[in-house]
């Protein structure tokens, strides 16, 4: 389906020519890879709100800003990392701003992983770039792959050290968009933990459109932990695309605390037999914040297990979306694939839209999920103030304890409390707040 | 002897039970669509201006839908030729009659055949029955009793005579031609259907119900019932469906309107068998229906109980608004498709009112190379404050070479309200199967009574002669499924 091509409006044509010389442009594979994404953005354009994968999460906001490149914007100057992302003992830093990586801000002591600009010579694994995340059929991937300023390539060997990524998005006097990109090559019987946060300076709105693909071989392992702390005026929407080999494991959690409009999209496809993958995430919105959960995970072959859990908090205005599509095709017997989804409304005036769906074609599955949405369970309200807890603590308490399902299922402890320390924080910022 | 007759039976069994055809010369409009058709359909009806103004009304925004056909469900099958169908054909018999003897006794013995035999049901089961023989309701039974009770229970083209009043203000008001492009088909050229009014505070002694069914050949049937219960009013309505067998695909579009006021409940009940075409996937009924009740009043309740095992292709979302406050929606739902069938059903439940609460229990089950999706809508709105729902929907998918899908929409626009979806996907297991067989039971008895059990919950709900019919049938659309 043809959607309205509104990137005409906003930054196109204007936008191709203040773009100037993309970093890596003399590589013939990148340039023929933008040109072909190129001509499908030309003719797919952003999704429009009658596209059903889009239909709760509408980017008529979006297309009305006149973006221009990051790259092109000279009076952005980022000079240090914020103090809001939180430091993760034993982790490299690798640091990208406006999706440009900056040595000068990143650490340098990897092990068990090489880390390369893509716009190096010669990159490990660089023709897998756009094989997973491919431009048809995904507009804001084509968005990407036409106008990815410089990404990394994180090739894996063994047991790497784990990888801090932070994003800082910014503008200068004009609104900027920038579209990272990120390739990980996990090599058989590898094993990385990637952390990755994304945050952006206060300002004019900005635009982060990025796009990770990652690889993993035969046995290897990848936990990938993403929080999204984006500025209130902020556009974030990212797709993740991942292929998963047999025996392979592959654990995600996305936290979404924030931004104007996020949307994190995963597809997974299962490539090899008695895979395994958890995708978790959670959100905690306040203002007239948007966060989106789109997850398409593909069972084609057989032994394969998934399992997802979402929960999230809305207050004030904001809108939580969680749509998530199982596909178990006609050979992938015994797959055993679950979804769940539940929100909890702090206050009247929030929206949730949820839509949990199944695609079933193998009949030795075992396959479920659920969904649910309610307020704080006034019960449970009571027996806490009962005992002498006070009402915001006692509220706070409630909510952490809802999230904690979710976050509970992060496997690296580290992560894990890192992660709860920055819920702990929304909560705390929006008791002062309210 | 014997075992010629043996095999004459088996051979009957074989084939499609209700698979025959009465020859009764038909009255019938030119095969296509066009304004002049919809006016024939409405000069054949003898019906007043307004009428034939809103079909054509609705006629002129059907051809402006064209193109938008819809292609949102997961059904495939070939383009629709609307020119190529007729849509009007009426018995010939158009005399009022004063008794059952004065029916045309080929007509009977076909209400024999589909297991509708009326004067028992008249006598036993206190059942009164419109029954539509294609398009014209021929004989109502039981109507004088009803009459007296102030009910009104009569095929809609007579209701538009008598009672214009109630008619043209419920008429649409439910499912408005510009609502989807088969309820614009619909209200252009629906044929009959019943018309069913309970006045305030009673309830109805008796359940309605009306025996739809498909006869002459290329005949799209565009049936229309519009149910109203007056504040305290009840009323139990039943659906049941069966169609000779055909080798052309047959349209059926049917548009089913009910209103609740103040405390009012109205419990609809459909067992739907249509045709659904040989082992190869050849013929079969397409269905495309729009089910909708508005529950208008406060505490007032719809109830819709379905069970679909026939039809090619099945495209209904029986649904309800939930306008009053305290009103609740309740949808039952077991849809089994078998060889190439498919169904793409579910419900919508819209949350207006305060404290509105709606159930949604859906079984599929899908075997052969069928298709079956359960699709479903429960929209919370924001001034609905404590709203409740409850879904569940479970598939079983019998065979490698079948489909079963589920897509929820939940939409909550309010924090007081508590929605819950559950959904399981799973196969008959081996345990529960070697049970039965060990116990001498075979393998497609010990499948039957499996299914059975897995609908349970919804078969309960239906009125009691539905029940056993319906489990009969559950059981007889399985046949050949397993082996």
């Given at each position: 389906?043809?959607?309205?091509?509104?990137?005409?409006?906003?930054?196109?044509a204007?936008?191709?020519?203040?773009?100037?010389?993309?970093?890596?442009?003399?590589?013939?594979a990148?340039?023929?890879?933008?040109q072909?994404?190129?001509?499908?953005?030309?003719?797919?354009?952003?999704?429009?709100p009658?596209?059903?994968?889009w239909?709760?999460?509408?980017?008529?906001?979006?297309a009305k800003?006149?973006?221009?490149?990051?790259?092109?914007a000279?009076?952005?100057?980022?000079s240090?990392?914020?103090?809001?992302?939180?430091?993760?003992?034993?982790a490299?830093r690798?640091?990208?701003?406006?999706?440009?990586?900056?040595?000068?801000?990143?650490?340098?002591d990897?092990?068990?992983?090489?880390?390369?600009?893509?716009?190096?010579k010669?990159?490990?694994?660089?023709?897998?770039?756009?094989h997973?995340?491919?431009?048809?059929?995904?507009?804001?991937v084509?968005?990407?792959?036409?106008?990815m300023?410089e990404?990394?390539?994180?090739?894996?060997?063994?047991?790497?050290?784990?990888?801090?990524?932070?994003?800082?998005?910014?503008?200068?006097?004009?609104?900027?968009?920038?579209?990272?990109?990120?390739?990980?090559?996990?090599?058989?019987?590898?094993?990385?933990?990637?952390?990755?946060?994304?945050?952006?300076?206060?300002?004019q709105?900005?635009f982060?459109?990025?796009v990770?693909?990652?690889?993993?071989?035969?046995?290897?392992?990848?936990?990938?932990?993403?929080?999204?702390?984006?500025?209130?005026?902020?556009?974030?929407?990212?797709?993740?695309?991942?292929?998963?080999?047999?025996n392979?494991?592959?654990?995600?959690?996305?936290?979404?605390?924030?931004?104007?409009?996020?949307?994190?999209?995963?597809?997974v496809?299962?490539?090899g037999?008695?895979?395994?993958?958890?995708?978790?995430?959670?959100?905690?919105l306040?203002?007239?914040?948007?966060?989106?959960?789109?997850?398409?995970i593909?069972?084609?072959?057989?032994?394969?297990?998934?399992?997802?859990?979402?929960?999230?908090?809305?207050?004030?205005?904001?809108?939580?979306?969680?749509?998530?599509?199982?596909?178990?095709?006609?050979?992938?017997?015994?797959?055993?694939?679950?979804q769940?989804?539940?929100a909890?409304?702090?206050?009247?005036?929030?929206?949730?839209?949820?839509?949990?769906?199944?695609?079933?074609?193998?009949?030795?599955?075992?396959?479920?999920?659920?969904a649910?949405?309610g307020e704080?369970?006034?019960d449970?309200l009571?027996?806490?103030?009962?005992r002498?807890i006070?009402?915001?603590?006692?509220?706070?308490?409630?909510?952490?304890?809802f999230?904690?399902?979710?976050?509970?299922?992060?496997?690296?402890e580290?992560?894990?409390?890192?992660f709860?320390?920055?819920i702990?924080?929304?909560?705390?910022?929006?008791?002062?707040q309210? | 002897?014997a075992?010629?007759?043996?095999?004459?039976?088996?051979?009957?069994?074989?084939?499609?039970?209700?698979?025959?055809?009465?020859?009764?010369?038909?009255?019938?409009?030119?095969?296509?669509?066009?304004?002049?058709i919809?006016?024939?359909?409405?000069?054949?009806?003898?019906?007043?201006?307004?009428?034939?103004?809103?079909?054509?009304?609705?006629y002129?925004?059907?051809?402006?839908?064209?193109?938008?056909?819809?292609?949102?469900a997961?059904?495939?099958?070939?383009?629709?030729?609307y020119?190529?169908?007729?849509?009007?054909?009426?018995?010939?018999?158009?005399?009022?009659?004063?008794?059952l003897?004065?029916v045309?006794?080929?007509?009977?013995?076909?209400?024999?055949?589909?297991?509708?035999?009326?004067?028992?049901?008249?006598?036993?089961?206190?059942?009164?029955?419109?029954?539509?023989?294609?398009?014209?309701s021929?004989?109502?039974?039981?109507?004088?009793?009803?009459r007296?009770?102030?009910?009104?229970?009569?095929?809609?083209?007579?209701a538009?005579?008598?009672?214009?009043?109630?008619?043209?203000?419920?008429?649409?008001?439910?499912?408005?031609?510009?609502?989807n492009?088969?309820a614009?088909?619909?209200?252009?050229?629906?044929?009959?259907?019943s018309?069913?009014?309970?006045?305030k505070?009673?309830?109805?002694?008796?359940?309605?119900?009306?025996y739809?069914?498909?006869?002459e050949?290329?005949?799209?049937?565009?049936?229309?019932?519009?149910?109203?219960?007056?504040?305290?009013a009840?009323v139990?309505?039943?659906?049941?469906?069966?169609?000779?067998q055909r080798?052309?695909?047959?349209?059926?579009?049917a548009v089913?309107?009910?209103?609740?006021?103040?405390?009012?409940?109205i419990?609809?009940?459909?067992?739907?068998n249509?045709?659904?075409?040989?082992?190869q996937?050849?013929?079969?009924?397409?269905?495309?229906v729009?089910k909708?009740?508005?529950?208008r009043g406060?505490?007032?309740?719809?109830?819709?109980?379905?069970?679909?095992?026939?039809?090619?292709i099945?495209?209904?979302?029986?649904?309800?608004?939930?306008?009053?406050?305290?009103?609740?929606?309740?949808?039952?739902?077991?849809?089994?498709t078998?060889?190439?069938?498919?169904?793409?059903?579910?419900?919508?439940?819209?949350?207006?009112?305060?404290?509105?609460?709606?159930?949604?229990?859906?079984k599929?089950?899908?075997?052969?190379?069928?298709?079956?999706?359960?699709?479903?809508l429960?929209?919370?709105?924001?001034?609905?404050?404590?709203?409740?729902?409850?879904?569940?929907?479970?598939?079983?998918?019998?065979?490698?070479?079948?489909?079963?899908?589920?897509?929820?929409?939940?939409?909550?626009?309010?924090?007081?309200a508590?929605?819950?979806?559950?959904?399981?996907?799973?196969?008959?297991?081996?345990?529960?199967l070697?049970?039965c067989?060990?116990?001498g039971?075979t393998?497609?008895?010990a499948?039957s009574?499996?299914v059975?059990?897995?609908?349970?919950?919804?078969?309960?709900?239906l009125p009691?002669?539905f029940?056993?019919?319906?489990?009969?049938?559950?059981?007889?659309?399985?046949?050949?499924?397993?082996?």
């Open positions: 389906m043809k959607s309205p091509g509104i990137l005409d409006h906003a930054f196109g204007a936008y191709a020519k203040r773009l100037g010389g993309l970093p890596g442009a003399a590589t013939t990148l340039d023929a890879l933008r072909r994404a190129r001509v499908t953005l030309g003719t797919d354009g952003l999704p429009g009658k596209l059903e994968e239909r709760f999460t509408p980017l008529r906001g979006l800003i006149p973006f221009i490149p990051a790259a092109s000279e009076d952005i100057e980022v240090d990392v914020p103090l809001s992302v939180p430091k993760i003992a034993g490299a690798i640091v990208l701003v406006n999706g440009v990586y900056r040595p000068d801000l990143s650490d340098q990897f092990s068990g992983v090489s880390v390369s600009p893509l716009s190096t010669n990159v490990d694994g660089r023709e897998l770039l756009g997973l995340a491919t431009p048809s059929a995904a507009p804001l084509a968005l990407n792959t036409a106008y300023a990404g990394i390539a994180l090739h894996v060997h063994g047991a790497a050290k784990p990888i801090h990524l932070v994003s800082i998005g910014a503008s200068g006097a004009e609104p900027a968009a920038f579209h990272p990109r990120v390739l990980i090559v996990a090599e058989a019987n590898s094993s990385l933990t990637l952390i990755e946060t994304h945050v952006g300076l206060p300002g709105p900005y982060s459109n990025p990770t693909e990652i690889v993993l071989g035969s046995g290897a392992a990848v936990r990938r932990y993403v929080e999204v702390a984006e500025d209130a005026d902020a556009f974030h929407l990212a797709t993740t695309a991942v292929a998963v080999a047999e392979a494991t592959f654990e995600a959690f996305h936290l979404g605390l924030g931004g104007a409009l996020v949307r994190q999209e995963t597809h496809a299962f490539a037999t008695d895979a395994t993958v958890k995708l978790h995430g959670a959100y905690a306040s203002g007239k914040s948007h966060h989106d959960f789109t997850t398409v593909d069972h084609h072959v057989p032994s394969c297990k998934s399992n997802q859990i979402f929960k999230g908090v809305v207050a004030d205005d904001a809108h939580g979306v969680y749509q998530g599509r199982i596909h178990v095709a006609r050979d992938a017997q015994k797959t055993d694939a679950r769940l989804h539940k909890l409304f702090l206050n009247r005036g929030p929206k949730v839209d949820c839509k949990p769906e199944l695609e079933i074609y193998a009949d030795d599955v075992q396959c479920a999920h659920g649910a949405t704080i369970d006034p449970h009571f027996y806490l103030l009962s002498g006070d009402p915001e603590r006692a509220r706070n308490l409630l909510v952490e304890g999230l904690a399902d979710a976050v509970n299922e992060i496997s690296d580290t992560v894990r409390d890192v709860v320390g920055q702990a924080g929304w909560l705390k910022k929006r008791g002062v309210s | 002897m075992t010629r007759e043996t095999a004459a039976a088996v051979k009957d069994i074989e084939q499609y039970k209700y698979g025959f055809v009465t020859d009764i010369e038909s009255d019938r409009a030119p095969k296509g669509l066009s304004e002049d919809v006016r024939f359909i409405s000069a054949k009806k003898d019906e007043p201006e307004w009428m034939l103004e809103w079909r054509l009304k609705a002129r925004y059907w051809l402006t839908l064209a193109h938008e056909e819809p292609t949102w997961k059904l495939h099958y070939p383009k629709i030729d020119q190529d169908a007729y849509y009007y054909a009426a018995p010939k018999q158009q005399i009022k009659l004063d008794s003897d004065e045309d006794p080929k007509l009977l013995e076909t209400y024999k055949k589909l297991g509708i035999p009326i004067k028992e049901q008249q006598i036993l089961a206190g059942v009164a029955v419109d029954a539509v023989f294609d398009s014209v021929v004989a109502t039974t039981y109507k004088k009793k009803l007296e009770m102030g009910v009104i229970f009569s095929p809609i083209s007579e538009v005579k008598t009672h214009p009043e109630l008619v043209q203000k419920y008429l649409g008001s439910v499912v408005p031609y510009t609502d492009f088969f614009a088909l619909n209200c252009a050229v629906f044929t009959d259907g018309f069913v009014y309970i006045p505070g009673l309830r109805c002694p008796m359940e309605l119900s009306t739809f069914r498909i006869n050949k290329n005949t799209g049937q565009f049936e229309r019932t519009l149910i109203i219960a007056d504040e305290g009840y139990s309505y039943l659906e049941g469906c069966t169609a000779p080798d052309e695909n047959q349209l059926h579009a089913v309107e009910l209103i609740t006021l103040d405390n009012a409940e419990k609809y009940s459909t067992v739907q249509w045709y659904p075409g040989d082992a996937g050849k013929g079969g009924i397409y269905n495309f729009t909708r009740a508005a529950c406060k505490n007032s309740k719809v109830m819709w109980t379905q069970v679909e095992t026939g039809s090619a099945t495209w209904k979302y029986p649904s309800c608004i939930l306008q009053g406050d305290g009103s609740s929606g309740e949808f039952y739902s077991v849809a089994i078998n060889n190439y069938q498919q169904a793409d059903t579910g419900t919508k439940m819209i949350h207006l009112g305060k404290n509105t609460r709606s159930k949604i229990i859906s599929g089950i899908s075997a052969g190379h069928a298709n079956n999706t359960y699709r479903g429960v929209r919370v709105g924001a001034k609905a404050d404590d709203a409740r729902n409850y879904t569940q929907c479970d598939s079983l998918l019998i065979g490698s070479t079948c489909g079963a899908h589920t897509v929820p929409y939940i939409e909550t626009h309010n924090p007081t508590q929605t819950e979806h559950e959904a399981t996907t799973s196969k008959i297991s081996e345990d529960q070697f049970y067989l060990q116990r039971m393998k497609e008895e499948v009574l499996i059975n059990g897995f609908c349970r919950e919804v078969l309960q709900t009691m002669e029940a056993v019919e319906a489990q009969k049938l559950v059981g007889i659309s399985l046949e050949g499924s397993v082996g």
